[in-house]
């Protein structure tokens, strides 16, 4: 510390800034306070009393530190770093965990290396958790496998916070090395482990916590929590686009659980940040399902700077850095101002501090040119001579269920001695078009429950190796729509009768747009609304349901690029059933 800050801390010379006459909370008392902010080289130094060069009347706010997210896939929201900064900053978000797990997949380390770049002296802290598992499983094909090796290089990084969400549980359980050094590898280097295992419970949540893992996001009933809890991790309450846990763990809000619990978003598509919120969101909700508003503050502040080991970020208190919002409201959350390390960056609707920064052409190259396959033809998503048996009587179809990312199997009469589409039926043909390697591989499948009368729908986000999906009624507007997508250099593409009717540009990794919030949610709406003139029902999300199709980690059966794979009995199917 600076002599001028001391002198400041004592009240003997002028602070910078002051932040006058604030309500602020307390995060360590867990209570609504009073006192003169005070603020020098971008640090609190003091509260009581205090003058400022610069000073802020907050008479009738409330002030709060910034919130953390401390677990997000940044690449989900569709935007670059620094249009994702702007749209959570003005909800009061200072800070987030990013686990580029995503582009990871498609670009390898070059993607993780974007994401370093891109949100480098952002007005928003951008830290990074590795992604511990890429692939997320051999059973499809991405871009690069990132094994213990290759990830070591980036604990040099002081933004780099630790590995991100092992998935592979069984794997790591039943010994898997490579997991178990990527393990070792976060903890010689004092950073954490995330753990992502959904329903984990007894002797073998045991052994996949003994193993290192340190904290869960994936918990969906308040038992499961208290379990992991009383076992020793912390749990991250996770509410975001396409899960919602929040409701079923408000339970967490009560003392003792809520001392190791935090708040995330996972992911939080544009439309909803803008309609909604970030982080503040989260505790709005919260707060109107009866948390305490100062509990859940601090559950979004300073539990998850101090599982992260961020010292000096999640409170309003001497020596911790400057990040602070001024809120209108404290049950609504309304956020009127945030201050960055003692800078004022949001006002009132509008950004005064973001800049893109400067990316090394050479990554720039690697992300911006991630789609390598050759155009396709119609006749590619006909099915050959090895999908055809005349004794079989069956089929089997992906059929979406409303509201969920899991899928049914569902068996459906063969007609004419071989599947076919049929849109009475709501029958459609799915693709997955390999995209990484220019291998020529297409996977086939049917779906129901999509509800689309005509044309067809492609998109390049497909979770989680993110080839090319395509759903369409007939063989030529599935061509066209991933041929879209091929020139395009990613995103998503909407055709009928041969022509593209409809298109969204994802030119950074095939994930994510150039555009700012407002254009993107507004160019998502008008995709989605020509989706719907397809026939596309009103119960499902057209693209986010085609993202998860083929991911294959979630029951019961998916699409990959080499045909239709059964999760529950974990091996491949032919689309024949025989019976």
Known sequence: MQKRELLAAQGLVQAELVLKNARF???????????????????????GQYEGVTEVDCTGKYVSPGFLDGHIHLESSMMKPVEFAKAVLQHGTTAVITDPHEIANVCGVDGIRYMLEASKDLPLDVYVALPSCVPATDMDENGFELNAEVLKQFYSDERVLGLAEVMDYMGLINGNDDLHMKIADASDNHKRVDGHAPGLNGKALCAYIAAGVESDHECISLEEAKEKLRLGQWIMIREGTAAKNLEALIGLFQNPYYQRSMLVTD???????????????????????????????????????????????????????????????????????????????????????????KISNHILEKVQHSVHCDSVLPEDFELSASHLNKEDKSFRVIQFMKGEITTKELLVPVSNGKPQINTEQDILKIAVVERHHNTHHIGLGFVNGYGMKKGAIASSVSHDSHNIIVVGVNDQDMATAVNCIQNMGGGWAIALDGSVIGSLPLPIGGLMSHLDATTLASKIDEMKAIARTLGVTEEIDPFMTLAFVSLPVIPEIRLTTTGLFHVSKQEKVPILFHE
């Open 25 to 47: 909370i307390n995060v360590f008392t867990e209570r609504i306070e009073h006192g003169d902010i005070a603020v020098c080289s971008g640090k609190i130094v003091g509260i």
């Open 267 to 357: 992911d939080r598509h544009p439309n909803e940040l803008l309609e909604e919120g970030h982080i503040n969101a989260i505790i709005r909700k919260a707060i109107k399902l009866g948390a305490d508003p100062c509990i859940a503050i601090k559950m979004a502040t300073l539990n998850t700077a101090s599982y992260f080991g961020l010292r000096d970020l999640g409170a309003v208190a001497p020596g911790f850095q400057a990040d602070l919002i001024i809120l209108s409201d404290l049950k609504e959350v309304t956020v009127e101002q945030v201050w960055k390390k003692g800078q004022l960056v949001y006002k009132k609707g509008q950004m005064l501090k973001c800049k893109e920064p």
